[in-house]
């Protein structure tokens, strides 16, 4: 009884990706090329496949209790407002901007809105790696930094390819924050709190760099 | 007779699958609770829209469930999911206590029990991941003054049979079992039209 009920599963769930993947396949290849660019900046930014146990819920770290009202401007409502609400609001914008870019149809703000993400996700990434070094032990936090950091650099890279070029004092912003935030994920590196696992293959090449060329020189989490 | 073998199979993987999605995806569980003289059809309950006011602005009700401590890895959606699960099940269960005699709202109301006690379960399963503190402050969030009035208002409706444990069908709520093994075979005391 049990495996006629099993065999009608694999029947629905087969006969469905086979009629599917023969309907959706072209489609799904036509989005290919800017899939590596929307998953790095819609998605989490974390490895799909990383340990559990490493990469947590980036809304609810710690981190970004500290952090997120600093970089994402709520006004008076922040007091009454949860920082996984405000973290939300964030990652809402950059969804939009990601599928705005990803359709093809960016909307009339869309440049100034690449270029303020880029920065508000640097923001919170530098003020999160500026917080003690073993609070990214945390898997929450540590999933929040990686989402943070993979966030910036993929709205950087969209910003540096914008035409008509960003204005020289914007980019000279994302360039700081860049080379600030490279240092960090170097130090994080050694210290043992991150690894290349804990990034996603479609992560920049900067990070993949700096997680393949340098490391672990101890590990700050060990207690 | 190969023919109609293939068939047959084609259409209960169709038939699974509208279920499966039924269920899991559209999360209509309200579907699947045993029918009966008791239990009415969910969709027509009108206790649902009776109580859209309660949900209207949960922020403003002091009663519902909050947090203790700023010290907590609870989403804020969860919170929310909380507060309003909480006013909305007080509604059912408290504000209008008959509400649950009526075929259609018993059946409505049955099933949000089971999503009610399913939500606190998720979190507190969440919760176990950060430990006793954490454990401790998803719990205090679901014992707001609100959830004691579910509570009571649930060993009232079990006691004098208006909810029964066939009412629950196959998916009764752990919490909800030994109340209703403890008033076994109770006839109910709803009033008779």
Same mark, same amino acid.
């Given at each position: 009884?049990?495996?006629?009920?099993?065999?009608?599963?694999?029947?629905?769930?087969?006969?469905?990706?086979?009629?599917?993947?023969?309907?959706?396949?072209?489609?799904?290849?036509?989005?290919?090329?800017?899939?590596?660019?929307?998953?790095?900046?819609?998605?989490?930014?974390?490895?799909?496949?990383?340990?559990?146990?490493?990469?947590?819920?980036?809304?609810?770290?710690?981190?970004?209790?500290?952090?997120?009202?600093?970089?994402?401007?709520?006004?008076?409502?922040?007091?009454?407002?949860?920082?996984?609400?405000?973290?939300?609001?964030?990652?809402?914008?950059?969804?939009?901007?990601?599928?705005?870019?990803?359709?093809?149809?960016?909307?009339?703000?869309?440049? &100034?809105?690449?270029?303020?993400?880029?920065?508000?996700?640097?923001? $919170?990434?530098?003020?999160?790696?500026?917080?003690?070094?073993?609070?990214?032990?945390?898997?929450?936090?540590?999933?929040?930094?990686?989402?943070?950091?993979?966030?910036?650099?993929?709205?950087?890279?969209?910003?540096?390819?914008?035409?008509?070029?960003?204005?020289?004092?914007?980019?000279?912003?994302?360039?700081?924050?860049?080379?600030?935030?490279?240092?960090?994920?170097?130090?994080?590196?050694?210290?043992?709190?991150?690894?290349?696992?804990?990034?996603?293959?479609?992560?920049?090449?900067?990070?993949?760099?700096?997680?393949?060329?340098?490391?672990?020189?101890?590990?700050?989490?060990?207690? | 007779?190969?023919?109609?073998?293939?068939?047959?199979?084609?259409?209960?993987?169709?038939?699974?699958?509208?279920?499966?999605?039924?269920?899991?995806?559209?999360?209509?569980?309200?579907?699947?609770?045993?029918?009966?003289?008791?239990?009415?059809?969910?969709?027509?309950?009108?206790?649902?829209?009776?109580?859209?006011?309660?949900?209207?602005?949960?922020?403003?009700?002091?009663?519902?469930?909050?947090?203790?401590?700023?010290?907590?890895?609870?989403?804020?959606?969860?919170?929310?999911?909380?507060?309003?699960?909480?006013?909305?099940?007080?509604?059912?269960?408290?504000?209008?206590? &008959?509400?649950?005699?009526?075929?259609?709202?018993?059946?409505?109301?049955?099933?949000?029990?089971?999503?009610?006690?399913?939500?606190?379960?998720?979190?507190?399963?969440?919760?176990?991941?950060?430990?006793?503190?954490?454990?401790?402050?998803?719990?205090? $969030?679901?014992?707001?003054?609100?959830?004691?009035?579910?509570?009571?208002?649930?060993?009232?409706?079990?006691? &004098?049979?208006?909810?029964?444990?066939?009412?629950?069908?196959?998916?009764?709520?752990?919490?909800?079992?030994?109340?209703?093994?403890?008033?076994?075979?109770?006839?109910?005391?709803?009033?008779?039209?």
């Amino acid at each position: 009884m049990i495996r006629q009920v099993l065999t009608l599963i694999v029947a629905f769930v087969g006969g469905f990706l086979a009629v599917g993947g023969w309907i959706w396949a072209p489609q799904i290849s036509r989005m290919m090329p800017s899939f590596s660019s929307a998953t790095s900046s819609a998605g989490s930014g974390g490895a799909w496949f990383a340990d559990a146990n490493r990469l947590g819920r980036p809304e609810v770290a710690p981190v970004v209790r500290s952090c997120i009202f600093r970089v994402v401007d709520v006004g008076p409502d922040a007091a009454k407002m949860e920082p996984s609400a405000g973290y939300f609001i964030l990652k809402a914008g950059s969804m939009q901007a990601s599928v705005a870019a990803l359709v093809g149809k960016p909307g009339l703000r869309s440049d &100034n809105q690449t270029v303020f993400l880029a920065i508000k996700w640097g923001e $919170l990434a530098s003020c999160i790696y500026a917080q003690d070094d073993r609070e990214l032990c945390d898997s929450d936090s540590r999933a929040a930094m990686v989402e943070a950091t993979t966030k910036f650099f993929a709205f950087a890279k969209q910003a540096e390819a914008l035409k008509p070029p960003i204005p020289a004092d914007e980019a000279r912003v994302i360039e700081n924050l860049g080379d600030k935030l490279l240092g960090a994920l170097k130090n994080h590196r050694r210290y043992g709190t991150l690894v290349a696992a804990d990034f996603s293959s479609f992560a920049a090449p900067e990070i993949m760099r700096i997680m393949r060329e340098e490391k672990e020189t101890r590990d700050i989490c060990k207690r | 007779m190969n023919f109609l073998m293939r068939a047959a199979f084609v259409l209960g993987g169709i038939f699974l699958g509208i279920n499966l999605i039924n269920y899991f995806v559209l999360g209509h569980t309200g579907d699947y609770l045993p029918g009966g003289q008791r239990m009415g059809e969910w969709k027509e309950a009108k206790i649902r829209e009776a109580c859209y006011p309660a949900l209207e602005s949960p922020e403003r009700d002091e009663l519902l469930p909050k947090l203790t401590s700023n010290q907590h890895r609870v989403d804020w959606r969860e919170l929310n999911r909380a507060k309003e699960m909480t006013a909305a099940l007080n509604c059912y269960l408290v504000t209008h206590p &008959n509400a649950v005699c009526e075929r259609n709202n018993r059946a409505y109301i049955v099933d949000y029990i089971s999503r009610y006690f399913a939500k606190f379960d998720e979190m507190i399963e969440v919760a176990k991941r950060y430990g006793d503190s954490e454990m401790s402050t998803v719990k205090n $969030l679901w014992d707001s003054p609100r959830n004691r009035a579910i509570n009571a208002a649930l060993i009232q409706d079990t006691s &004098n049979g208006r909810l029964i444990k066939a009412d629950f069908g196959w998916t009764v709520p752990a919490a909800m079992k030994p109340l209703l093994d403890r008033y076994k075979g109770t006839t109910d005391n709803c009033p008779r039209a």
